[in-house]
């Protein structure tokens, strides 16, 4: 990051509160990663935010632990640790733009799906939890580990199959994405990719983390639940907007 302009450091100091400010109040992000993929390398990217997406999950835990729902929890992680598996191995050779496309086209189709619904109040689509569990867990786990961001997408997706109120739905995300990242970590360093470049930059974007999960509580205290829905519809909205610009 020493390499960075002063215009480039002050745009990564402003994404870094305002995504950890989103992570804080529903639990999940994805806006960080596309947008500092502009100004810094994905290959230190990817294992910067996975570090820092660990620090701020536990944080949340460490608060809230007492709403997380454990059974929803275990019946998503497994999916997500074969994703993790084959994220790996594609890692370093997969050209990730068409996959990008893809996504970026899916997620906003159901984040807009999402935010009609809890606008007109009408019902969400009925699908069940544990049709929903093996390709939204595998896919938070292979796209987590490309990109070092948007599993909270696909995580959004399945917590928002069992209707959970935002206090149990921020819990488990943020258990959920600890868990995954403890995998995503692991995994990093079995293949290299944890370095000194990464390591200091994780260190630098700390307090900015921090400011922006303080923020994140603050604004996740003040929302109801109709507003709490919204909000995560408008995440996975701009996630997929994001990932269709990068």
């Known amino acids: 990051m020493e390499s960075l302009s002063v215009l480039e450091l002050v745009y990564v100091a402003v994404v870094m509160i305002l995504a950890y400010a989103i992570r804080g109040s529903a639990g999940f992000g994805g806006a960080n ?29 460490a608060k809230d632990h007492r709403h997380i729902a454990w059974r929803e929890m275990w019946r998503f992680m497994p999916f997500c640790l074969v994703g993790v598996l084959v994220g790996l191995y594609f890692f370093k050779t997969l050209d990730t733009r068409t996959l990008a496309i893809s996504l970026g086209v899916f997620v906003i189709c159901y984040g807009t799906y999402s935010l009609l619904a809890s606008v007109r109040g009408a019902r969400a689509w009925a699908v069940s939890p544990g049709v929903v569990a093996p390709p939204a867990g595998a896919a938070a786990g292979f796209v ?35 868990g995954l990242g403890v995998a995503r970590a692991a995994g990093y360093f079995a293949v290299g990719a944890i370095d000194r470049d990464t390591l200091l930059a994780c260190a630098a974007a700390l307090p900015l983390m921090a400011i922006g999960v303080f923020l994140g509580n603050r604004i996740h205290a003040n929302l109801n639940q109709s507003m709490f829905q919204r909000m995560v519809a408008l995440v996975m909205i701009a996630s997929g907007v994001l990932l269709l610009a990068k």
Do not use: E, Q
């Open 144 to 178: 987590g580990t490309l990109f070092g961001t948007m599993a909270g997408v696909f995580l959004a997706i399945y917590l928002d199959s069992h209707k959970l109120d935002k206090h149990r739905f921020r819990a488990t995300a943020a258990a959920t994405l600890f």
């Open 33 to 61: 990663g596309p947008l500092l993929a502009l100004v810094l390398p994905l290959k230190v990217l990817a294992p910067m935010i996975n570090l820092l997406g660990l620090i701020s999950s536990y944080a949340i835990v």
